[in-house]
T-cell receptor, first 114, second 114 residues
Framework: AQSVTQPDARVTVSEGASLQLRCKYS??????LFWYVQYPRQGLQLLLKYYPGDPVVQGVNGFEAEFSKSNSSFHLRKASVHWSDWAVYFC????????????FGLGTRVSVFP | DMKVTQMPRYLIKRMGENVLLECGQDMSHETMYWYRQDPGLGLQLIYISYDVDSNSEGDIPKGYRVSRKKREHFSLILDSAKTNQTSVYFC?????????????FGSGTRLLVI
């Protein structure tokens, strides 16, 4: 079965600084990977998604992520964080079989301070 | 605007009462999902629906049942709610294309069972 680990439960960053959120997945086949963001008391919004191809994926609001098969990782990055990025970020994996849905990590809570 | 709509947004029920959570989507997606989100546990899959009257248990189906009589509508039912079913429930839908599967989430229903 597939799984996702987000090793950092909480990250604190200063506004304007760079941000990297780590995601490690476990799946024997070719994964489809997603990053979602959840703002306070809201649902999940898709930031970006990876399908087999270019390992660097561009998303919304300046986010990008890089897939590494050798490291089983899909880390999320942003060059300059804004206060509005204060949210919980979830990494998720799909086997490509929609009948199994998405498997989520536990999320990383990002706090942004001036 | 493509979206998944959940009703109600907030719900308080007494233990033992029946609960109906409703979800609709306007994208003609065949596949729909119910997840619950709890602190420290992330999002867990309760049920999947592949189409009308075609449903399958997810990872944590105990205490829940579902109904899908129309493609655009998927209901989650708690018969005799329990306090440990207090959670945030998310509905999602997906287009079952391996090369372009997208998962769209609703804004969630916050259920408190007292």
């Amino acid at each position: 079965a597939q799984s996702v680990t987000q090793p950092d439960a909480r990250v604190t960053v200063s506004e304007g600084a760079s941000l990297q959120l780590r995601c490690k997945y476990s799946y024997f086949g070719t994964p489809y990977l997603f990053w979602y963001v959840q703002y306070p008391r809201q649902g999940l919004q898709l930031l970006l998604k990876y399908y087999p191809g270019d390992p660097v994926v561009q998303g919304v609001n300046g986010f990008e992520a890089e897939f590494s098969k050798s490291n089983s990782s899909f880390h999320l990055r942003k060059a300059s964080v804004h206060w509005s990025d204060w949210a919980v970020y979830f990494c998720a994996v799909s086997t490509g079989n929609y009948a199994q849905g998405l498997t989520f990590g536990l999320g990383t809570r990002v706090s942004v301070f001036p | 605007d493509m979206k998944v709509t959940q009703m109600p947004r907030y719900l308080i029920k007494r233990m033992g009462e029946n609960v109906l959570l409703e979800c609709g989507q306007d994208m003609s997606h065949e596949t729909m999902y119910w997840y619950r989100q709890d602190p420290g546990l992330g999002l867990q899959l309760i049920y999947i629906s592949y189409d009308v009257d075609s449903n399958s248990e997810g990872d944590i189906p105990k205490g829940y049942r579902v109904s899908r009589k129309k493609r655009e509508h998927f209901s989650l039912i708690l018969d005799s709610a329990k306090t440990n079913q207090t959670s945030v429930y998310f509905c999602a839908s997906s287009f079952p294309d391996r090369t372009n599967s997208d998962y769209t989430f609703g804004s969630g229903t916050r259920l408190l069972v007292i």
